[in-house]
Each structure stands twice: as C-alpha cells, then as structure tokens.
T-cell receptor, first 115, second 114 residues
Framework: AQSVAQPEDQVNVAEGNPLTVKCTYSVSGNPYLFWYVQYPNRGLQFLLKYITGDNLVKGSYGFEAEFNKSQTSFHLKKPSALVSDSALYFCAVRDGNNAGNMLTFGGGTRLMVKP | DTGVSQDPRHKITKRGQNVTFRCDPISEHNRLYWYRQTLGQGPEFLTYFQNEAQLEKSRLLSDRFSAERPKGSFSTLEIQRTEQGDSAMYLC????????????FGEGSWLTVV
C-alpha cells in the first residue's frame, strides 16, 4: 500500500517571500514522486517529479522540490512567491517497482499568496 | 501535442439517468487512466488501460461504472443509474509505458447529479 500526507490544508505567504508546501509519503518499493497544481475548475498540471538522481528537482514556473529519503519527504519550494501561484497543490507517489503505475495523491494544500 | 481532451466538461443529470464521458489521450500514449475527484479531496484512482486492455480497477469502481477503450485510443466512462454520491469531477490521464513516465491529466468532466 502507498499513501501521501500533506499536513497543511492551507499555506499563506506574502508575495516575494519563499514558500514551502510539505509532503510526506509511504511506499513499500521505490518511490516515484510528483507534484501537480490545480487551478479552479481545471485539471491537474504537472510541475515536477523525482525518479532517481539528484535529490533537488527543478520544475515548471520556478518550483523545485527536495527528496529526503530518511524523512520520506518531498517538499515543494519556491524562492519567491507570486500572486499567480495561488492554487491547489497535490503531491503524489507511486511505487516504481509496480508495473501498474498507479498514482496515489495527497489531500492537497491550498496556497494563498497575498500581494 | 494537443494534450488530454475530455468531453463534456460539465454534465448535470437527474438521479437514475445514465451518463457517459469521453477521453482522448495524448496520441502516442498507450496508457490511459480514470480518476475521480470530489470537492476538497485529492484525485482517487478508478481504473487504467494499457492499449485496449483494462489492467486494474479500484474497488471504488462499482458495478454501475464501466470503462472501455475499444481500439486502444479514446476511452469512455459510463455511469449507470446515477446517484447523488456520484457527483464529482472525473479526470482522465495518459502516459507512455516507460518507467518513471509522467502522467498527464485532462481538464476533467464535472458531473452533478440532482
């Protein structure tokens, strides 16, 4: 079984400040980790993923995420937040050893960036 | 690359009616997935296809739900005898069959059962 926890329902940050959206995961095999963003009444847009290699992954729109195996975390970060970053963010995991390739999502974190 | 396309984007139906959603994946993707998302929740896996074969189904997929991908291209998700609890956004996604591949989502189909 696999699961994802996003402990914060909402994160508030001022524009220009750094932001962090937290994610921890549980998976029996090899973790493949993803971040997606969702704007109101829209589908999910892919931001970035960690499969292997460098623990710091860079993605779209200036976002990055750090894989920490010992803490089973994959927190999303951005050095300087924009008002347009306000959206719903989902962390997801799948077991790299599972050919079924099913993604399991966290409950989401709403990011509010205030001007 | 036109992305994953879903139709209709919104559907309002009366309880007990049948509804069908269509998904056209990214053209070179042979894997296709259906997820369901309710308000305030993350997406939940329903089923997935590799080409025309339906390889996995979630226990969330009751007998009233059926998904097909007859020629390994587009897919349909049908809900029979809809219930108010079926109200949700139904997300389709697709990917290639490569380890570590990214799954790309469509814009979703909103279902409201009244």
């Amino acid at each position: 079984a696999q699961s994802v926890a996003q402990p914060e329902d909402q994160v508030n940050v001022a524009e220009g400040n750094p932001l962090t959206v937290k994610c921890t995961y549980s998976v029996s095999g090899n973790p493949y980790l993803f971040w997606y963003v969702q704007y109101p009444n829209r589908g999910l847009q892919f931001l970035l993923k960690y499969i292997t290699g460098d623990n710091l992954v860079k993605g779209s729109y200036g976002f990055e995420a750090e894989f920490n195996k010992s803490q089973t975390s994959f927190h999303l970060k951005k050095p300087s937040a924009l008002v347009s970053d306000s959206a719903l963010y989902f962390c997801a995991v799948r077991d790299g050893n599972n050919a079924g390739n099913m993604l399991t999502f966290g409950g989401g974190t709403r990011l509010m960036v205030k001007p | 690359d036109t992305g994953v396309s879903q139709d209709p984007r919104h559907k309002i139906t009366k309880r007990g009616q049948n509804v069908t959603f269509r998904c056209d994946p990214i053209s070179e993707h042979n894997r296709l997935y259906w997820y369901r998302q309710t308000l305030g929740q993350g997406p939940e896996f329903l089923t997935y296809f590799q080409n025309e074969a339906q390889l996995e189904k979630s226990r969330l997929l009751s007998d009233r739900f059926s998904a097909e991908r007859p020629k390994g291209s587009f897919s349909t998700l049908e809900i029979q005898r809809t219930e108010q609890g079926d109200s949700a956004m139904y997300l389709c996604a697709s990917s290639m069959t490569v380890s570590g591949n990214t799954i790309y989502f469509g814009e979703g189909s909103w279902l409201t059962v009244v």
